[in-house]
C-alpha cells in the first residue's frame, strides 16, 4: 500500500493531508493499545511458558483477511467462486504440493481424479450455482419489493399531508363555485383523512361528472358537520 501510495503521489495533491488526518485520527486508539505492550503490561506479565500457545488474529474481525482475499481474487477471476477460492487457499498455504509429492502415490492420484470427475458429473456445483443465483435474485426482488413499499408509503404520506393542509371546506357556496381538481382534492380529504365511511365505499369512478363529486362532497360536508 505504502508503495503505490508513493508510486501515484505526483498524482495525489492532497495525499499528505490524508495521511495526517488519517494518524491524526489513528492518534487516540494508539494510546489506548500502546500500554498492553508496556514493560508491566498486560502482554508482559503472560508467563512466557504460555506465549507459544497463543493465537490473536490479525485483525478485528476473523474474516476480514479472508474476504479482503476473496473479494480481490475474485476481481482478477471473476468466473471463480468462493469453492474455488477456498481450495486454492488451502492448496497455498497447507502447501499441499509439497505433501502430495512427498506421500502421495500414483494410485491415489489415480483415486483422486476419478471421484473429482464423479464430482462434476453429478452435478452438484451447477445446481449449488443455480441456487445460490436464485437465492440471490429472492433477496434482490424481496429488497426492491421493500423499496416500492417505502417509496409508495412515503408519495402516500406526501398526499395526506398535502390533503391536511387543503383541510374541509365548509363554506358551501365556495364549494359550488371549485373546479373539478379542487372538488377532487376535497373528494380525497373526506375519504383519506377525514375518513367518511360513505365516501370511502365509493371511487371518483363512480361519480364522473363535476355535479356528482360536488353531491358527494356536499353530503359528506353534512356528515362531517
Known amino acids: 500500500v505504502i508503495l503505490a501510495a508513493q508510486a501515484l503521489a505526483s498524482e495525489l495533491p492532497d495525499l499528505s493531508r490524508m495521511i495526517t488526518a488519517m494518524f491524526n485520527g489513528s492518534g487516540e486508539t494508539w494510546i489506548r493499545f500502546t500500554p498492553e505492550f508496556e514493560i508491566g503490561g498486560t502482554i508482559d506479565m503472560i508467563p512466557p511458558e504460555i506465549r507459544p500457545f497463543l493465537y490473536v488474529t490479525s485483525t478485528n474481525d476473523h474474516n476480514e ?4 482475499s476473496l473479494r480481490v481474487h475474485v476481481r482478477f477471476h471473476p468466473n471463480s467462486n468462493p469453492e474455488s477460492f477456498s481450495a486454492l487457499e488451502r492448496y497455498w498455504r497447507n502447501d ?11 494410485e491415489d492420484l489415480l483415486f483422486v481424479m476419478r471421484e473429482v470427475r464423479k464430482e462434476d458429473a453429478s452435478g452438484a456445483h451447477a445446481a449449488f450455482r443455480k441456487a445460490l443465483v436464485e437465492e440471490l435474485e429472492c433477496k434482490a426482488q424481496l429488497q426492491r419489493e421493500k423499496v416500492r413499499i417505502n417509496i409508495a408509503a412515503e408519495k402516500q404520506q406526501e398526499r395526506e399531508s398535502r390533503l391536511r393542509a387543503t383541510g374541509v371546506e365548509r363554506d358551501r357556496a365556495k364549494l359550488r363555485a371549485m373546479t373539478v381538481p379542487q372538488l377532487k382534492a376535497q373528494y380525497d ?8 365511511e360513505i365516501i370511502r365505499k365509493t ?3 363512480s361519480i364522473p361528472r363535476r355535479q356528482d363529486k360536488l ?11
Open 215 to 225: 353531491d358527494a362532497v356536499l353530503a359528506a360536508l353534512t356528515r362531517f358537520e
Open 65 to 68: 483477511g479472508p474476504l479482503g
Open 96 to 106: 499441499t504440493e509439497s505433501f502430495a509429492a512427498k506421500y502421495i502415490t500414483a
Open 189 to 196: 380529504v373526506y375519504k383519506l383523512i377525514v375518513k367518511d
Open 203 to 205: 371511487t371518483l369512478v
